[in-house]
T-cell receptor, first 110, second 117 residues
């Protein structure tokens, strides 16, 4: 079967750093995405990794290790608006079909 | 970035009626669109893959006769929930793929909240 696991919830203070881990076991791998989703809204694209290593985009960075089936999303200089659910998703075929993890709810406190 | 719209954003209907949801890619052509369903505090569940000019591919457990998908053009896919029942109440989200170099990134519509009474 397909498994994509991430923690359910994380709490951090404004200005701090939070790392959200994602492990996956899928039949095939064509890339890993991170999306941000605020309550009642659709997901917005944050990052994409297909090769091992770190991708940095401003305050957000994403890391991938294909041999370990592991990724993390790093959020720096947390702001209150970063409070949201963060979804890890893996694409396993050439059509771009995504399998989503359950999401990690990040709560940023003052 | 790429923009995907959905209409309506919310709908309330009586049990037994059918509801159509439209998904449009506004500034790009999308040969492939996806339909997802999301229940409260749960992640997105893929329902089907919609390809322009061909039949949709449904995920296991999704009734194709109940959730009719039509991808009539490169910018429009529709999902019709037929004979809706209260258990069909959910947040329905579509996405479209934008090919950018080697990255096939899915861009999501704003979602449609369906409530069946």
């Amino acid at each position: 079967g397909q498994n994509i696991d991430q923690p359910t919830e994380m709490t951090a203070t404004e200005g701090a750093i939070v790392q959200i881990n994602c492990t996956y076991q899928t039949s095939g791998f064509n890339g890993l995405f991170w999306y941000q989703q605020h309550a009642g809204e659709a997901p917005t694209f944050l990052s994409y990794n297909v090769l091992d290593g770190l991708e940095e985009k401003g305050r957000f960075s994403s890391f991938l290790s294909r041999s370990k089936g592991y990724s993390y999303l790093l959020l720096k200089e947390l702001q209150m608006k970063d409070s949201a659910s963060y979804l890890c998703a893996v694409t396993t075929d050439s059509w771009g079909k995504l399998q989503f993890g359950a999401g990690t709810q990040v709560v940023v406190t003052p | 970035g790429a923009v995907v719209s959905q209409h309506p954003s919310w709908v309330i209907c009586k049990s037994g009626t059918s509801v159509k949801i439209e998904c449009r890619s506004l500034d790009f052509q999308a040969t492939t669109m996806f339909w997802y369903r999301q229940f409260p505090k749960q992640s997105l569940m893929l329902m089907a893959t919609s390809n322009e000019g061909s039949k949709a591919t449904y995920e296991q457990g999704v009734e194709k006769d109940k959730f009719l998908i039509n991808h009539a053009s490169l910018t429009l896919s529709t999902l019709t929930v037929t004979s809706a029942h209260p258990e069909d109440s959910s947040f329905y989200i579509c996405s479209a793929i934008l090919l950018a170099g080697e990255t096939d990134t899915q861009y999501f519509g704003p979602g449609t909240r369906l409530t069946v009474l």
